[in-house]
């Protein structure tokens, strides 16, 4: 039954990602404050033992909605997932805007990893962790990866094995 289930994930992120990589990017202004607040609220029933930061601006971006849902979706997903195991398990979600782009973070204090591989966690199918350890179907960060380079963003990791993880993303600023 695990494998059966594990299958499925597997096929359903594969067909997500499919659909994220030819569907046609739209592009909309989007109030961050508001997307992320509505965004923690698919979390409620995850976050009860973790200290949630959110430090948030309230400005407009020019986003694709779905690709930055999927986008952050995946990041906060990763960061509980990873930092379960903490005495105090903390997730800070943050943003900034500035020179026309705005920089989403999304950091936690969680197992980390080492930045040797770094170059393999944004790839489909890599993980640096066991599946018996933490489930996934190392999909997620390909997910993240490929929603910000069809908005025209990017992503980036900073971490040191055991002291958790942050993750970035770069977005345009809407100046309007």
């Known amino acids: 039954r695990a494998a059966t289930k594990h299958m499925t994930d597997l096929i359903e992120d594969l067909l997500a ?6 569907r046609t990017p739209s592009s909309t202004s989007v109030r ?9 609220g698919q979390f409620q ?3 009860g033992n973790v200290l949630l930061i959110v430090k948030v601006d309230d400005f407009h971006v020019n986003a694709d909605p779905d690709a930055l ?5 995946n990041l906060i997903d990763n960061a509980l997932k990873f930092s379960r195991h903490a005495s105090q398990p903390a ?7 500035g020179d026309g782009n705005c920089i989403i973070s ?19 199918f890599q993980r640096l962790h066991r599946i018996e ?18 908005m025209g963003g990017r992503v980036w990791a900073e971490s040191q094995l055991g002291n958790g993880a942050g993750i970035g993303e770069r977005c345009v600023e809407d100046r309007n």
């Open 91 to 97: 997730i800070e979600i943050s943003a900034q805007a």
């Open 133 to 150: 350890e933490y489930p996934g179907t190392g999909i997620g960060l390909a997910m993240v990866h490929k929603a910000m380079e069809r």
């Open 106 to 124: 999304v950091r936690d204090n969680g197992i980390g990893f080492d930045m040797r591989f770094y170059d393999k966690i944004f790839e489909i």
């Open 32 to 40: 961050l404050s508001t997307f992320i607040s509505n965004l923690l």
């Open 69 to 73: 849902a999927i986008a952050l979706r």
């Open 17 to 22: 990602y499919s659909k994220l990589e030819r």
């Open 45 to 47: 029933d995850l976050v």
